[in-house]
């Protein structure tokens, strides 16, 4: 599916002369671009062609400049075997410039840019998210020291791990250490890592109750 260009509330024209295209016409400069264009575009299905083309057409599908497209999708692919292997031979191979400077304005101009490279780049987690999360859960019920991390991570997902820094800090605030919790029911000790949490996630609380 074509991945639409995040809108803002000012829209900028990523679509004027690029810098090395200045001192030309603009009808020349629309056949180098267009003629870049084309060749990139050929290269759909042959051997060799870059790996990152599909996510290039659905960028260009989605609304964005086509030379925009290519260097998203290019940026976003990774990096070990990418290709070309710099942003500037992207630039004189691809898309028919003479270097990269335009590739700095247009991301100077437009911050969905690197949002969008920054969304391609996490986009094999979030396809893989139910798997991840079964994986953790199969680990983390485990009653085995191995699986410790795993319950570690779980409970701080599920907002029910406390560090032990902020634990000592409602104890002393209550005048209690950690041993004392030994003989708490699991209903006060609930209480007291809420109390915990709480506190220490308003700094301006915490801090009325320093001495």
């Known amino acids: 599916m074509p991945i639409v260009k995040p809108t803002y509330q000012l829209p900028l024209n990523l679509d004027l002369p ?25 290269m759909f299905g042959k051997v060799g062609s870059p790996k990152w083309l599909e996510d290039y057409s659905e960028l260009a599908r989605g609304g964005w400049p086509w030379r925009v497209a290519a260097y998203i999708a290019w940026a976003s692919s990774p990096r070990i075997g990418r290709e070309p292997r710099t942003q500037d031979e992207l630039a004189k191979i691809h898309l028919g410039l003479t270097s990269d400077r335009a590739i700095a304005t247009w991301r100077r101009k437009n911050p969905a840019i690197d949002e969008t490279v920054r969304l391609l780049q996490a986009a094999p987690l979030f396809k893989h998210r139910a798997e991840i999360f079964t994986a953790l859960v199969a680990v983390a019920v485990k009653p085995e020291y191995k699986s410790h991390n795993d319950r570690k991570l779980a409970f701080e997902l599920m907002g029910d791990h406390v560090p032990t820094s902020k634990l000592q800090a409602e104890l002393k605030r209550r005048g209690m250490g950690l041993e004392d919790i030994t003989d708490l029911s699991d209903a006060e000790l609930m209480e007291l890592a809420r109390a915990a949490e709480d506190r220490l996630s308003n700094p301006d609380e915490a801090n009325n109750d320093a001495p």
């Open 18 to 42: 690029e810098p090395d295209e200045q001192n030309i016409s603009i009808e020349d400069a629309r056949i180098k671009a267009e003629a870049a264009r084309k060749t990139l575009e050929g």
